[in-house]
């Protein structure tokens, strides 16, 4: 058990810029979560895989935010025309059941 | 609408004392809690979890208290010690939302004092 890791660690951007994160789940855990983190709040749940199909999405997830899980393995967050508002910590998290395990997030900050 | 509430920011405790944490949450349909351990530049850790058809949970120092009737539910650590010393979040799920997505608090920052 590696444990989720997730890539980069820290990605600066200037404004308007597109920036794309990867999160590689514990490897028998088909459910793969991403949840946002904003400075003295808790996690925010963003969105959820069950495989490779993308069952639920916050409202949160606006139409820049895409997230994909192509072979039901590895996932990708990506943020097209960044805003200082999408500021934050990206975590995203795996589970076979109940428990869900997270990574060490992406600190994205936008200029 | 904050379902999910962990009304103290900060908690301060001696070395060796207990530390109790708690959390309140408004939606019914939850039934299942789990408390993380969060530390600077680090994923939330997983500590404890309980089910809504208990009302306590124990694993070594860190006990889980549920009562239903009043959406209220505390984390024990006992005794404390400073490597205790973090961010802790309650987070609550419902089996009938897919995934079993996680709704967490605001966050409470344990400090343990040698």
């Known amino acids: 058990d590696t444990g989720v890791s997730q890539d980069p660690r820290h990605k600066i951007t200037k404004r308007g810029q597109n920036v794309t994160f990867r999160c590689d789940p514990i490897?028998?855990?088909?459910?793969l979560y991403w949840y946002r983190q904003t400075l003295g709040q808790g996690p925010e749940f963003l969105t959820y895989f069950q495989n490779e199909a993308q069952l639920e999405k916050s409202r949160l997830l606006s139409d820049r935010f895409s997230a994909e899980r192509p072979k039901g393995s590895f996932s990708t967050l990506e943020i097209q025309r960044t805003e200082q508002g999408d500021s934050a910590m990206y975590l995203c998290a795996s589970s076979s059941a109940d428990r869900q395990y997270f990574g060490p997030g992406t600190r994205l900050t936008v200029t | 609408d904050q379902q999910v509430k962990q009304n103290s920011p900060s908690l301060s405790v001696q070395e060796g004392r207990i530390s109790i944490l708690n959390c309140d949450y408004t939606?019914?349909?939850?039934?299942?809690f789990l408390w993380y351990k969060k530390y600077p530049a680090e994923g939330p850790t997983f500590l404890i979890s309980i089910s809504s058809i208990k009302d306590k949970n124990e694993d070594g120092r860190f006990t889980v208290f549920l009562n239903k009737s009043a959406k209220h539910l505390s984390l024990h650590i006992v005794p404390s010690q400073p490597g205790d010393s973090a961010v802790y979040f309650c987070a609550a799920s419902a089996s009938g939302n897919a995934g079993n997505m996680l709704t967490f608090g605001g966050g409470t920052r344990l400090m343990v004092k040698p």
């Open positions: 490897s028998e855990h088909n459910r």
């Open positions: 939606n019914s349909m939850f039934d299942y």
